[in-house]
């Protein structure tokens, strides 16, 4: 195979990596955010504890609702599939925990695949350097 061949091989190679890697580094930023929003709840659930006066809760973007919590009230958990369900706050603390556990294993899985498409596209401009 010519230089010409070659060093073309190698461009559309790298082009393919580097949209991978974006797609990658975007799905790492995803999980990221999911990671914080667990964060974010876990400790609002904690806050609920002992609080009786009437205070704000958000339940979207830039709107809230005025409620007070009241001894024994349950946590409403996403379970999947737009199915709720009712749980004791220390339930729903460990079912967040869980899930935080497995986006941080994901997360793990993606920064390792990063770094290998990053090696690769470090490999394959080193041999475009060689054939100029």
Same mark, same amino acid.
């Given at each position: ?66 409620? $007070?919590?009241? %001894?024994?009230? @349950?946590?409403? +958990? #996403?379970?999947?599939?737009?199915? =709720?369900?009712?749980? &004791? ?6 079912i967040l925990r869980k899930r935080k556990e497995q986006?941080? $294993?994901?997360? %793990?899985?993606? @920064?390792?695949? +990063? #770094?290998?498409?990053?090696?690769? =596209?470090?490999?394959? &401009? ?7």
């Amino acid at each position: 195979m010519g230089n010409d061949e070659e060093i073309q091989k190698l461009a559309y190679e790298a082009q393919y990596l580097q949209q991978q890697l974006s797609e990658m580094q975007r799905q790492l930023q995803q999980a990221i955010i999911v990671m914080n929003n667990i964060d974010a709840t876990t400790k609002t659930i904690d806050g609920l504890k002992g609080l009786r006066q009437e205070t704000y809760f958000q339940i979207g973007s830039d709107a809230f609702v005025k409620a $007070k919590p009241q %001894e024994g009230d @349950k946590i409403l +958990i #996403d379970a999947g599939a737009n199915v =709720l369900i009712e749980k &004791e706050p220390h339930e729903a603390k460990e079912i967040l925990r869980k899930r935080k556990e497995q986006v941080e $294993k994901a997360t %793990e899985v993606m @920064k390792r695949n +990063i #770094d290998k498409l990053n090696a690769r =596209l470090m490999d394959i &401009e080193k041999k475009a350097e060689e054939f100029q």
